[in-house]
């Protein structure tokens, strides 16, 4: 009797263990998976921010790197012809600092544009009829009268680059670009304040004159 109970009590043990093992085998199933899905789900993610770590410019962004080449370009002509026709030193030494510093500008620009696979057009240099009115009544300016007009137009005309760039900041989402026309804005308020400096001083030279 007893040894009927027993074996009784080893088939009951026996077909419970059975489903036991079949959840073990499950959840060891589950885990493997789930942690192949996330390893391959990560790797996709990360080579996809890799791939838009360069991003294209957009036009509004090229837009204002053609006319900040644009006004470079402008900027080195004036900066020479000064150098040429300016009647004082300090009108000459002025024309140079343009030369230089909107050469390095320029040279920044072209770069940043080069870095990013883009090209600016020929069609960026064309000048307004205004423009080339400005720079013909340079050219047939000597003199006084040279420094005193060219000394007007680059206070006048570096004015309008600030405000420029603080109204093309709407249109930049590209972080490097932004900081690239922030520091820009110094070396143009330097020269706006040195052209009024010089045109004071022009001005008190002449009444001190006998």
């Not at 921010?49 to 644009?70: I, R």
């Not at 060219?150 to 932004?178: P, T, V």
Request: glycine share 2%; with cysteine; hydrophobic share 35%.
């Amino acid at each position: 009797m007893q040894i009927k109970r027993f074996a009784r009590w080893v088939t009951v043990c026996t077909a419970l263990a059975v489903p036991f093992v079949a959840v073990a085998d499950d959840n060891k199933d589950t885990t493997k998976d789930t942690t192949k899905d996330t390893t391959k789900d990560t790797s996709k993610d990360t080579s996809t921010k890799t791939g838009d770590k360069m991003s294209k410019l957009t036009m509004n962004e090229m837009h204002v790197l053609a006319h900040v080449h644009h006004v470079n370009q402008m900027e080195i002509d004036a900066g020479k012809l000064a150098e040429k026709n300016g009647s004082t030193q300090a009108v000459k030494s002025y024309g140079q600092m343009l030369v230089k510093d909107h050469t390095q500008s320029d040279r920044d620009i072209m770069a940043f544009v080069k870095k990013h696979n883009e090209k600016i057009g020929a069609d960026a240099m064309d000048k307004s009829s205004d423009e080339k009115d400005a720079m013909m009544r340079l050219k047939n300016m000597k003199g006084a009268d040279f420094d005193r007009e060219f000394l007007r137009q680059m206070a006048d005309d570096h004015d309008k680059e600030l405000a420029k760039i603080d109204s093309s900041m709407a249109d930049i989402s590209n972080d490097d670009l932004s900081t690239m026309l922030k520091d820009m804005k110094p070396v143009l308020q330097k020269h706006a304040d040195q052209a009024r400096d010089l045109m004071k001083n022009n001005a008190q030279a002449k009444l001190d004159q006998p």
